[in-house]
């Protein structure tokens, strides 16, 4: 679910989005300010919410490649998270997302989440998207198109999935 606060920076945005050196091979970047509620009791970031900036992360990549149009059934079949520096409130996320690996059916996607208050890359994370048939119970593979036009995303900014 993605909130009013939250921006992603789409294709055409990208050669003026100011990007930080660090997310450069990143082709889609997502904005996400932290709120005051989202802390944990030591006034740190709570790592659940990782979870939900890594969830609307790959909405916007998806949406930048076309393929979040209410057409394609995925299911997350993976994540994880490693946390490298604590975050606390007021900050900002931008959360870099490209596809690490693309699969028959798969897709497994990288994430970076630079704080930009600490100027630094505070957390990683990894997930792997299954694609479905639009009943939900098979396997569906990427067409040439879309695997095509993912590979020219990630091309435009000097990234090459593993195939």
């Keep these: 679910m993605t909130h ?3 921006k992603s920076v789409s294709i ?15 082709p ?22 990782y ?7 790959r909405i916007s990549y998806l949406h930048a490649l076309g393929m979040f149009d209410g057409s394609m059934v995925t299911v997350l079949a993976q994540s994880s998270c490693q946390y490298l520096r ?15 690996r693309l699969g028959n059916t798969s897709m497994a996607m ?3 989440y630079y704080s930009i208050v600490q100027e630094i890359i505070v957390a990683t994370a990894e997930a792997v998207v299954v694609r479905l048939d639009s009943d939900g119970k098979g396997k569906l593979p990427w067409t040439a198109a879309e695997r095509q036009q993912l590979l020219a995303l990630e091309a435009k900014f000097g990234h090459t999935p593993e195939l």
């Design 4 to 6: 009013s606060n939250e």
């Design 12 to 26: 055409s945005d990208a050669a003026n989005d100011h990007r930080p050196e660090l997310l450069a091979h990143y």
């Design 28 to 49: 889609v970047i997502h904005h996400q300010p932290i709120q005051w509620g989202e802390m944990d009791a030591f006034n740190h970031l709570n790592n659940v919410v």
């Design 51 to 57: 979870y939900r900036y890594a969830e609307s992360a």
């Design 86 to 100: 604590p975050v606390t409130y007021p900050d900002t996320l931008l959360l870099g997302v490209r596809c690490k």
């Design 110 to 112: 990288e994430y970076s």
